[in-house]
């Protein structure tokens, strides 16, 4: 049996924040991941030199570096980071309250005494910056600038630096002296990112690859029908032109800018959001692209089922997805493959909760087993199995920032002989695709379809607002009145809007804190373009595009619940409780794969909290096949309380209170999961905030949490609730 052929392939990316004619930036997030995962992840390869993998680098994200490292480029994080803490206006000092807390709290300011002290200070989430600035002095405020800094270096630099590590160990009082040092240190490791990445790939070890410019939806900008392969009937935008000029440029100007930097073309690409389109296969392979690689439901539309999963997620005919495939268009032809979404999601949003040393090696034991269930099939040629993934964001929700998970990974896949760790273009060129994609269906790397993009109304208003602006501007060109230094600027501002980034947050599907600053963002670019031209910008680029702002993840009891505990779904027991739907709270990232809990139910009756979990079916029987032993209910509010229930598959559950057995809880598995406490063991009082979430074990091992990166909120009701809510 040859060796498994284990394919990661990291995609690193960030949006094109600046505003080019301002000279503003409002996000940190290239500078912040630059120090902590764009260093790290090169650094992690660099160990051990018997790895090999494949890296995708964004030009969007790599134009950006080259901003900070050359000395022109900021953002306003990093300008309030340098001002004097005893000089800050009001107004700095309050967005310093409300932006230096952006970091994974259990992860990032709970490991850091001072950190988490100056966390509790603020209160986020429960006071405004504007009460909460007179709790914090000058010290304060000089620290909380230097931490916010500090917590996003890769944890691997404190190891090798022992000045770094001398300054972390300070903790606190640091002098204005310090915190320009720390700037200076951040700087000097954003400039070894670029070069990192070159010696990787000269030295054999790392395959790079790239992304059209700005990170466009390509089959999007080649005709916004093909939305409907995937979703027939759907609402399109006003304008339906085609922008295929468009998707060929991005493509040229990312191949060429990637030579300029690297040396050498990219013979493989990660098309923005693994998305792709038969209609779009001849222009990739124009600009010499080779292969690319998508999500494995692209297969499974574009093969009439031939591949497909199971409800519980079991493939059939896996030797099918770990294998090349062949696209091709006339004589134009493209090697595919195919990311096991099952596996990805595993390292995005499972192992975050494991013992990392178990989780490396349950990842590994995995590829061994697909080569197994493969190897007749396959013959004397590997099996390939690709496990792709964003490079950066899930790296903040593993409490040591990945560095045992992804040390003991990069060592045994390296040690192994029934794996074999390789670059996709390496293995493509001596095990090339035999199967042929007749016709490659429309879609992304979610759901296969393109509905975070053009499936709301407000992405549909947004690329309406796009296309009237590159309307003008077609006719400016037509007309040549304008310099060429103004008209290649004003195309570049387009080709930064039609970026997948900005789509991505209007709609349901996705939100953060940041909602409307990314709207701004957006309409600046489409503004930038009327102001190059010299014409003023229509009004409706000055109203929001995204209505809601940050919307609530999760409704809210209205009323009192009259719930007994017997795992029956009784409709009108819960029908006054606050509702929670899986999934539902996405931010940068997203996961394709589903866990077991679907839904949750909560809220209270006079007495006590009420929770229920549904499954995809009957509960009893999903919690067996899932083999969930214990759900655990953490509370951020009140802190430091967990409610831990085992003992499913026995005769009866046991729920604990932080270790000591709560007698008068209340369960029941049946139809559905459903759990009485009394709310008096909280200690809170009518008023108090309560937060917290569900997090399910299997084997002893956290296998999903609920909600996966934010808690559900309840606030303890006074005895005369109802009447105030009927008042209400």
Not at 394 to 405: L, P, S
Not at 416 to 429: F, T
Not at 562 to 590: C, H, L, N, Q
Request: net charge negative; with cysteine.
């Amino acid at each position: 049996m040859p060796p498994v052929s284990l394919a990661f392939f990291w995609h690193q990316h960030q949006p094109y924040y600046p505003n080019d004619l301002t000279g503003e930036n409002e996000f940190p997030w290239v500078r912040l991941h630059g120090t902590k995962d764009y260093w790290g992840m090169a650094r992690h390869i660099q160990e051990v030199p018997e790895f090999r993998c494949t890296i995708n680098l964004v030009p969007s994200l790599l134009v950006q570096l080259l901003k900070y490292t050359e000395g022109s480029g900021s953002d306003r994080h990093l300008d309030v980071s340098r001002m004097p803490a005893d000089g800050l206006s009001k107004a700095d000092a309050l967005y310093l309250l409300d932006h230096f807390f952006m970091a994974n709290v259990d992860s990032m300011i709970c490991p850091s005494p001072r950190y988490h002290e100056l966390f509790l200070k603020r209160r986020v989430g429960t006071d405004s910056a504007e009460s909460a600035l007179s709790r914090f002095s000058v010290r304060d405020l000089r620290d909380l600038q230097v931490w916010s800094n500090l917590a996003w270096m890769h944890p691997i630099l404190f190891e090798i630096d022992p000045e770094l590590r001398e300054f972390k160990h300070k903790g606190q009082s640091y002098s204005e002296a310090d915190k320009a040092w720390l700037l200076d240190k951040q700087l000097e490791v954003l400039r070894q990112i670029i070069p990192m990445h070159r010696q990787l790939s000269e030295g054999g070890q790392v395959e790079l690859t790239t992304t059209p410019f700005y990170h466009p939806i390509l089959p999007l900008l080649w005709d916004k029908r093909l939305a409907r392969q995937a979703m027939p009937g759907c609402e399109l935008p006003r304008h339906l032109d085609s922008y295929r000029d468009d998707a060929i440029e991005q493509l040229r100007r990312a191949v060429v800018f990637h030579e300029q930097l690297f040396g050498e073309k990219p013979r493989g690409m990660w098309p923005s959001e693994g998305s792709v389109a038969q209609e779009i296969i001849g222009a990739i392979s124009d600009v010499g692209i080779e292969w690319i690689a998508t999500d494995e439901e692209i297969l499974m539309a574009s093969t009439g089922g031939r591949v497909s999963r199971d409800p519980h997620g079991h493939l059939r005919h896996p030797e099918l997805l770990y294998r090349p495939w062949q696209a091709a268009d006339g004589d134009k032809q493209l090697q595919m493959i195919f990311r096991d979404h099952g596996l990805s999601d595993l390292i995005g949003f499972q192992y975050q909760r494991a013992d990392y040393v178990m989780a490396a090696l349950d990842l590994l034991g995995r590829v061994e087993e697909i080569g197994r269930a493969t190897q007749h099939a396959n013959g004397e040629r590997p099996t390939l199995v690709p496990i792709i993934l964003d490079g950066e964001n899930c790296w903040e929700y593993y409490h040591d920032g990945g560095v045992t998970f992804l040390r003991t990974l990069y060592h045994e896949a390296a040690r192994r002989g029934s794996i074999n760790p390789v670059r996709i273009g390496e293995h493509l060129r001596e095990h090339p695709a035999t199967d042929r994609i007749d016709r490659l269906f429309a879609g992304s790397w979610i759901s296969h379809n393109f509905a975070i993009w053009i499936g709301h109304h407000e992405d549909r208003t947004a690329w309406d607002l796009l296309h009237e602006a590159r309307e003008r501007l077609k006719l400016a060109q037509t007309k040549g009145a304008l310099s060429k230094d103004k008209l290649d600027q004003a195309w570049q501002e387009l080709f930064i809007a039609e970026g997948s980034d900005w789509f991505w947050w209007y709609g349901p599907e996705f939100g953060s804190a940041q909602d409307k600053l990314f709207d701004r963002l957006f309409r600046t670019h489409l503004q930038n373009i009327y102001s190059l031209l010299g014409e003023p910008a229509p009004a409706n680029l000055n109203e929001p595009i995204k209505r809601n702002g940050h919307r609530r993840l999760h409704t809210l009891p209205t009323g009192f619940l009259p719930v007994k505990v017997d795992g029956r779904a009784t409709f009108f027991e819960w029908i006054s409780a606050g509702v929670y739907k899986a999934g539902s709270e996405r931010g940068t990232m997203a996961q394709v794969t589903d866990g077991a809990i679907r839904r949750i139910h909560f809220g209270f009756d006079r007495s006590r909290l009420l929770l229920r979990v549904d499954t995809v079916g009957r509960a009893r029987e999903d919690f067996e096949r899932s083999e969930i032993d214990e759900l655990r209910i953490r509370f951020v509010e009140p802190e430091g309380i967990e409610f831990s229930v085992g003992g499913f598959g026995d005769e009866s559950l046991v729920v604990t209170l932080n270790e000591d057995s709560v007698t008068d809880a209340e369960t029941a598995l049946g139809q559905i999961f459903e759990l009485g406490v009394p709310l008096s063991v909280l200690g809170v009082t009518a008023g108090s905030v309560v937060k917290f979430f569900v997090e399910v074990f299997s084997h002893g091992q956290s296998t999903d949490r609920v909600p996966r990166e934010t808690t559900l909120e309840f606030t303890v009701p006074p005895p005369d609730f109802e009447h105030i809510m009927w008042q209400v």
